[in-house]
């Protein structure tokens, strides 16, 4: 297993390959591998200090920027925004899709942006502006499990999930048991209404 010195050196030996492939005629395919594996490695050296880190994962569906909503109430919560399908790397069909998270305890909306996701406690431990991610060694559910020991002192280390989703001009970030994405549709009006009615009081 690498010690902390190598796995410091991986991450600047990824950081300069980057850096060097972006000073070359542009390739998209390489520059995302080269990114790709920047986040691996700054994750992989949060990881060995016990510092909370993100991890890029699959959801199902292309993530785009637009149209991008939060229905929420106090038994549920859904997350709205475009989606497109590609063929040879190029965009071929967009669409909107609807995210459910279950069991969503906690939830935060807006800021930062694309730009000022630099900020982020996360950035430079494997998160970036592209794509979803989930958070290990969430100082989130270590927050709410010491605050349930207040007046529960037998609660158990949560066993939540932490997921960050960037977008252009926000950022969703939640604390939820799992998360599927319940709908796909090419139609905008439509797919706002089912989010409205899903969480509808009965």
């Not at 989130?140 to 252009?168: C, L, Y």
Request: net charge negative; charged share 25%; with cysteine.
């Amino acid at each position: 297993m690498p010690d902390l010195r190598q796995l410091e050196e991986a991450v600047r030996a990824a950081q300069q390959a980057f850096y060097d492939l972006r000073k070359q005629p542009w390739d998209a395919e390489a520059l995302r591998i080269a990114n790709e594996r920047v986040l691996a490695a700054q994750s992989a050296l949060a990881a060995s200090r016990s510092e909370p880190y993100a991890v890029r994962i699959d959801i199902g569906v292309e993530v785009g920027s637009e149209a991008v909503r939060l229905f929420q109430s106090e038994q549920m919560c859904l997350l709205m925004f475009s989606t497109f399908t590609r063929s040879e790397g190029r965009i071929i069909e967009r669409g909107y899709a609807l995210v459910e998270f279950e069991w969503c305890s906690w939830t935060t909306f807006g800021y930062p942006n694309d730009e000022a996701i630099k900020g982020h406690p996360l950035y430079g431990r494997g998160l970036d502006s592209l794509g979803v991610f989930e958070v290990f060694n969430s100082p989130w559910t270590r927050r709410m499990t010491e605050q349930n020991r207040v007046a529960f002192p037998d609660t158990r280390p949560s066993t939540a999930r932490h997921f960050v989703f960037p977008f252009h001009d926000t950022t969703f970030e939640c604390i939820a048991a799992s998360f599927r994405a319940v709908l796909v549709h090419s139609d905008y009006d439509q797919l706002f209404q089912s989010a409205s009615e899903h969480i509808r009081p009965n």
